[in-house]
């Protein structure tokens, strides 16, 4: 399970501590100086948080009533055990060395580790009680504290475990902590006092007895003790038997302390209450005695819940509270609030850097000076919303307000001079500034430019009622003169003339823009991104996408040509190389490093703050925001050249998810991953850059901003490598990028053999269509074979019963005439004749009853071709051939009689035209087709005869094609011109063959057609 909160308004609330009301007498002033993050319980963070730690891969791992998460800091990850327990929530965690997190649960007592991905419960029996506590000796011992009325001590080494209880040493209390000092001390706090066992020993030595005392470590390895008295230093070699307590350092004593306490990297201590929010103590040094009053962090302050479990520092420097209404972070702000500075302007404070390095402030109703090294002061009150601030060369401070200007001096009282555009509309002011001639300049939208000279007022620019040229933003130039912005244009005024410059906005509206001067350059800024004008011209650098929030309103050049930008959502630094090569570019690349919501700068540069930045003498850089003007000492600011942890957290295939992966070989088919990743910054996790890609399927790395997921489907069998990288808040992005190979094999619908599976199934397919239909094509013609010879058997019947055997009636009547007749009578002769020719024609009809009935059964067809090549006739004579390929067999009557007259047209054919001299017949009786074949070596058939099938005005070709085709054969006739011709007639051997034997045969052997009669 994960918990996600993406948004900002539900992920953090990030604020400066301001001053907060006394709690009671002898504590200071709120937390200050940090920024706050937390999430809440309905903002699906797991509540409560008793135990926090951080694994070495850098994850935070939370122990919580809803169960056991780690968290990345934008997400909540559930992870269970492998054989789950029921409504068991873990008690107490543990970090070590190795990388292991080992986890106590509470109803069960079991010990849990988490190690490569998966955590397992430890064999053997549980913990005598609930276990409260672990920590780790130098030898990798893990101590395990539990929580009873009487304290027991667990060592776990080797694979033994070791109970030590009231019989070695511990007090017969209830126990809290256990913990390791620097030099392998075992310290553990008790409610009546604490016990401590050196390395080696078997039995613990108590201290304070009877008194509650909570213990604590700090960066040297040194343990303090906190109790009724304090908190104070415990010494570094403590004797066997009692050991006499140190002065306290720490107030601590009014506390109900509960859990650890936290000396920070600072030296600054931490204390966790019960119902009293958190406590800070100031480092102090060892001389000091009781220091000043702790700053409180409650509820009214911003934190989750007064009743605290747990505080933790990381690797980075974050504190981790743990409380029973969710989970808050501190992290030291980089911009810093000013106490005094409560009243912002409506329309955002004007900032003004003096000449001096002193920066002045105007505020709703006040203007501060604020010297170098120094605090805000009050120098103008009792004032309405300040338009514009500028200094004159002598120091004078000259503030713009609604009808009047105030000039301020030390050296002389506050002068007021009347504006003189009172009587225009939109007389709003934008700007002020001085020309090397001392005269003052002042801008105001419908009111024009005015200049102040020796007292008088002069206008020098108009806009004439068009609001789309009121004068804006106004500066000094370089060259001592003036510049200003109206609408689309940049007026210039040196040496008393005017000139103008367009100015270009890459497509976008007209914008007030930021004008500043530094380094002989005049800056103009905005959404666009940045132009530098010159004498010689101007070269722009634009922003890579023109939005709102890539506007520029306030830019700082320090002394080391660094420039300082404000965007609405952060505060940017450009080093000069990168300005050279942007500007050389024309591209505003994103900046390398950058400051915003988690560094402290709690809301938006103000948009109506012309020059929302400026620098003090100090260096310090304040800011103009939209809830007053912040600080930021660049000095102070540590560049971190180390990159964030990268680690990919779990692979989700569908039904298996495999936490922290390296390599895994997933189940076939498998089309649909998310990749779980995490980056292992707590800084400023939302600022975070990553870029991952899969290599095999991504053609570029995916940037994909806050997400921490990374979905793919359609995924094709194969080897692939995902990769991770990641960049902190200064742009250091990893050495290397977190990698995860997996492969997904192929099914067997994916493997090369399923296609030729597949293309010899539909080669047998269609083989097998072929074969059916040939088989019912035969059995077609063969039906149409067997009603022709029925119908030729019923016709020869007919004639036969009838017209014969009418036909011979009569003659034996003629002839019985005849026979009475005298023989040589004319009459009796002509008789006679009449008779032999009605014999003639009951012959004739014989012989036609006879070629209806078919050819005679004993005759085959061997002897059918003989006859037919002794009855054609050649001249001159040819020699004829005949071969007998196989075994005969006989033939179906009307295929018999239609080869017959085939070959007998071929030989007729030959006898005509061929002039062959020699000629072949060839008849080969195979078990599935019978080829008859008539060869010649005439001088062939002209090509325009063959191509057309017919010689024109002749039929013999076309009529032996059609006898082919009607007993279901083909004719195929092939010519060589001198070299004659071959006449193949070719059947299928179910037609050609007459014989029918009934016998069963298996449907695939029907199917291809392996049941012939052979």
Not at 305 to 316: L, T, Y
Request: aromatic share 8%; charged share 25%; proline share 5%.
């Amino acid at each position: 399970m994960i918990r996600t909160m993406w948004l900002p308004f539900r992920l953090t609330l990030s604020l400066f501590l301001l001053v907060s009301a006394c709690a009671h007498a002898g504590q200071a002033s709120g937390l200050s100086g940090y920024v706050h993050q937390r999430w809440l319980e309905g903002n699906d963070a797991p509540v409560p948080v008793v135990s926090i730690v951080q694994g070495r891969d850098g994850f935070i791992w939370l122990a919580t009533g809803d169960g056991l998460y780690r968290f990345d800091g934008i997400r909540f990850e559930r992870i269970d055990a492998e054989t789950p327990l029921k409504n068991d929530a873990p008690s107490a965690l543990l970090a070590t060395r190795s990388g292991d997190i080992w986890v106590s649960f509470e109803s069960s007592h079991r010990l849990g580790v988490y190690r490569n991905g998966t955590l397992r419960l430890m064999e053997g029996p549980p913990a005598p009680d609930r276990v409260v506590s672990m920590a780790e000796g130098d030898d990798g011992t893990i101590w395990a504290l539990t929580a009873n009325y009487n304290a027991q001590v667990l060592r776990l080494k080797d694979g033994t475990t070791r109970v030590f209880d009231a019989r070695d040493g511990l007090p017969e209390s209830n126990a809290s902590q256990v913990l390791v000092a620097g030099d392998g001390t075992l310290w553990v706090s008790a409610s009546e006092g604490a016990a401590w066992l050196r390395p080696g020993e078997e039995r613990f030595h108590v201290l304070n007895a009877g008194l509650p005392t909570r213990l604590s470590r700090d960066s040297q390895g040194n343990i303090w003790a906190s109790d009724r008295t304090g908190t104070y230093a415990l010494p570094s070699n403590p004797g066997r038997g009692a050991v006499a307590a140190s002065s306290p350092h720490y107030p601590t004593d009014e506390l109900d302390v509960r859990g650890m306490p936290v000396f920070d990297r600072k030296g600054n201590l931490w204390v966790v209450t019960r119902y009293q929010g958190v406590r800070r103590y100031q480092a102090v040094n060892s001389a000091s005695q009781l220091q000043a009053p702790a700053e409180a962090f409650t509820t009214q302050e911003g934190l989750s819940s007064d009743i605290v479990h747990v505080i933790f520092e990381d690797r980075e420097g974050n504190l981790w509270i743990g409380t029973e209404g969710g989970l808050d972070r501190l992290r030291e702000a980089a911009f810093v609030r000013e106490p005094s500075l409560a009243s912002p302007a409506r329309f955002g404070d004007k900032l003004l850097a003096g000449h001096d390095g002193t920066v002045y402030i105007g505020q709703a109703n006040t203007v501060f000076r604020v010297p170098a090294q120094g605090v805000p002061e009050r120098i103008i009150e009792n004032i309405i919303e300040p338009e514009a601030i500028c200094e004159s060369a002598q120091g004078s401070v000259w503030v713009v307000l609604r009808n009047e200007v105030l000039v301020w001096s030390e050296r002389t009282p506050l002068r007021r001079l009347q504006r003189p555009d009172l009587e225009a509309r939109h007389n709003i002011a934008y700007d002020c500034a001085f020309d090397a001639e001392s005269g003052f300049w002042m801008s105001s939208a419908g009111g024009g430019v005015h200049v102040l000279r020796k007292g008088q007022w002069q206008k020098v620019f108009d806009a004439d009622g068009d609001a789309a040229t009121y004068p804006t933003t106004l500066t000094s130039t370089p060259s001592g003169g003036i510049a200003f912005q109206s609408g689309e244009r940049l007026m210039r005024y040196e040496a008393g003339r005017m000139s103008t410059t367009p100015l270009r906005f890459g497509g976008s509206p007209p914008k007030v823009v930021t004008l500043q001067a530094s380094e002989g350059h005049l800056y103009a800024a905005g959404a666009f991104g940045l132009t530098r004008l010159d004498d010689k011209g101007g070269v722009t650098a634009w922003a890579p996408d023109i939005t709102p929030a890539s506007r520029i309103n306030g830019l700082v050049q320090t002394p080391g040509g660094d420039l300082w930008l404000t965007y609405p959502r952060m505060l940017a630094r450009v080093s000069r190389e990168e300005l050279e090569q942007a500007f050389a570019k024309g591209k505003l690349e994103p900046p390398r490093f950058s400051l915003g919501r988690g560094d402290g700068l709690a809301s938006r540069a103000h948009s109506h703050s012309q020059r929302a930045l400026v620098m003090g003498g100090d260096g310090r850089l304040w800011i103009a925001t939209q809830t007053g003007t912040l600080w930021l000492d660049p000095s102070s600011l540590g560049k971190s050249d180390v990159a964030p942890g990268v680690l990919i957290a779990a692979l989700r295939d569908g039904t298996n998810v495999h936490r922290d992966p390296v390599s895994i070989q997933l189940p076939a088919a498998t089309t649909k991953l998310e990749i779980d990743y995490a980056v292992l910054t707590f800084s400023d996790p939302q600022r975070a850059q990553v870029k991952y890609r899969l290599k095999g399927f991504d053609q570029d790395w995916v940037h994909p901003g806050q997400r921490r997921q990374a979905f793919y489907t359609n995924l094709t069998p194969g080897r692939y490598r995902f990769e991770v990288m990641a960049a902190n808040s200064d742009g250091v992005w990893s050495p290397a990028p977190a990698s995860l190979d997996f492969e997904i094999p192929k099914t067997f619908f994916q493997t090369g053999w399923f296609p030729l599976l597949c293309l010899a199934a539909t080669l047998l397919v269609l083989f097998a269509l072929h074969r059916l239909h040939l088989r019912r094509t035969s059995n077609q013609i063969r039906t149409l074979l067997e009603e022709r010879n029925a119908e030729r058997e019923r016709i020869a019947r007919e004639l036969h019963d009838t017209l014969l055997q009418g036909v011979m009636g009569l003659v034996l009547r003629f002839q019985a005439v005849a026979n009475t007749m005298p023989k040589e009578t004319p009459v009796a002769r002509k008789l006679d004749s009449a008779l032999v020719a009605a014999d003639a024609v009951v012959t004739e009809a014989r012989n036609s009853v006879h070629d209806l009935r078919g050819a005679d059964e004993g005759e085959d067809l061997l002897a059918t071709l003989k006859r037919i090549a002794a009855d054609t006739a050649f001249s001159p004579p040819v020699s004829v051939r005949i071969l007998i390929e196989g075994q005969p067999r006989r033939l179906h009557p009307l295929v018999a009689e239609e080869i017959a007259k085939i070959v007998k047209e071929g030989l007729l054919n030959i006898a005509h035209h061929a002039q062959a001299s020699e000629v072949e017949i060839a008849v080969d009786y195979a078990s599935r087709h019978l080829a008859v074949r008539v060869r010649d070596d005439g001088v062939g058939i002209p090509e325009d005869v063959l191509e057309q099938g017919r010689k024109a005005g002749h039929f013999g070709m076309v009529g032996m094609r059609e006898r082919a085709e009607r007993i279901g054969g083909t004719l195929n006739i092939i010519s060589v011109r001198g070299d004659g011709v071959e006449l193949t007639l070719l059947l299928p051997g179910k037609l050609a063959y007459g014989e029918r034997h009934e016998r069963k045969v298996t449907w695939w052997k029907r199917m291809f057609g392996r049941a012939t009669n052979d």
